[in-house]
């Protein structure tokens, strides 16, 4: 399994770093949207389960991973950019499938909301649309390390909060990452969490109501920072979703252990299935009849 890798022109403004990973007998492609402070390697466990049933892409954002050496970094990205990008790689890789993870989600529901015409369905991983106790804490604990550069304590604050349930290994390779980024990616997340903050939340449920596709959100059912109770409350939002609690994971579900990542592979595989693709078809073909008549 290896990738086919370019670095993208994105409206003039930004060079990004993609994966592509092809499968000759994949009918559908899925692209991976990262969460903070993440890059493409993220995703290695992901793309276990999902290639070759699906032709996988993914991507470093300009301030990350491999994308970072090709762009200037003189200001900080917004969700709304971010969101432009994903349209404009959804374009170029005709993309049918999106998932996201963590605060990934952001940019991944903003760029639904502009109802792209490729994209079928969504799943958003580790997600709600609420700031709750347990990540009120978090961010305002993590806006004080990334904005004094406190490289060290990023690391441990990660691996003591939503990392808490990772196995060791996993911890140690997050502490490293976090703890060798540059300034300016700690700017930008700096950018990112007092966005959150000021917004509390409201920045995710004010365009949910325009996706017109299904959306599926998984939770780890350990995960207090983005829990599956708050995630529901996309019910009130969203027209067309359902949720999945991933047993005994907590925020970084398929990473945490192998039956999280059964359980993780089995969710996402049911619902982006050829069969539940029919189904939706079918129930849009119906709406469609009965607006016309």
């Given at each position: 399994m290896k990738a086919e890798t370019a670095v993208l022109d994105i409206q003039g403004q930004y060079r990004v770093y993609t994966e592509h990973y092809r499968a000759d007998a994949?009918?559908?492609?899925?692209?991976?949207?990262?969460?903070?402070?993440?890059?493409?390697?993220?995703?290695?466990?992901?793309?276990r389960y999902l290639y070759p049933q699906f032709n996988v892409v993914l991507f470093d954002l300009p301030y990350a991973g491999q994308s970072r050496a090709h762009n200037?970094?003189?200001?900080?990205?917004s969700r709304e950019e971010e969101a432009d990008i994903l349209l404009e790689l959804i374009e170029h890789f005709a993309c049918d499938l999106v998932l996201?993870?963590?605060?990934?989600?952001?940019?991944?529901?903003q760029a639904l909301a502009?109802?792209?015409?490729?994209?079928?369905?969504?799943?958003i991983n580790s997600f709600s649309p609420v700031i709750n106790a347990a990540m009120q804490d978090y961010l305002e604990r993590g806006l004080q390390v990334?904005?004094?550069?406190?490289?060290?304590?990023?690391?441990?604050?990660?691996?003591?909060?939503?990392?808490?349930?990772?196995?060791?290994?996993?911890?140690?390779?997050?502490?490293?990452?976090?703890?060798?980024?540059?300034?300016?990616?700690?700017?930008?997340m700096g950018f990112h969490v007092e966005t959150v903050l000021n917004m509390d939340g409201r920045s995710c449920v004010s365009f949910a109501g325009a996706?017109?596709?299904?959306?599926?959100?998984?939770n780890g059912e350990w995960d207090e920072y983005t829990s599956a109770a708050d995630a529901r409350q996309f019910a009130q939002h969203v027209r067309h979703c359902s949720f999945q609690s991933v047993q005994q994971a907590g925020h970084f579900l398929d990473m945490e252990h192998k039956a999280a990542w059964l359980q993780t592979r089995n969710s996402l595989l049911a619902f982006l299935s050829p069969s539940h693709n029919s189904l939706i078809h079918t129930f849009r073909q119906h709406q469609a009849h009965a607006l016309a008549g």
């Open positions: 994949a009918e559908q492609t899925i692209i991976l949207v990262n969460g903070s402070l993440s890059t493409t390697a993220s995703f290695a466990q992901t793309v200037s970094h003189t200001r900080p990205i996201s993870f963590s605060w990934g989600g952001i940019a991944t529901l502009r109802q792209p015409r490729r994209i079928r369905k969504a799943v990334l904005s004094a550069c406190e490289r060290d304590n990023i690391g441990a604050l990660l691996n003591d909060t939503i990392g808490k349930h990772l196995p060791s290994l996993f911890k140690r390779f997050n502490h490293r990452h976090v703890a060798t980024l540059h300034d300016y990616e700690y700017r930008q996706i017109d596709i299904p959306l599926l959100f998984v």
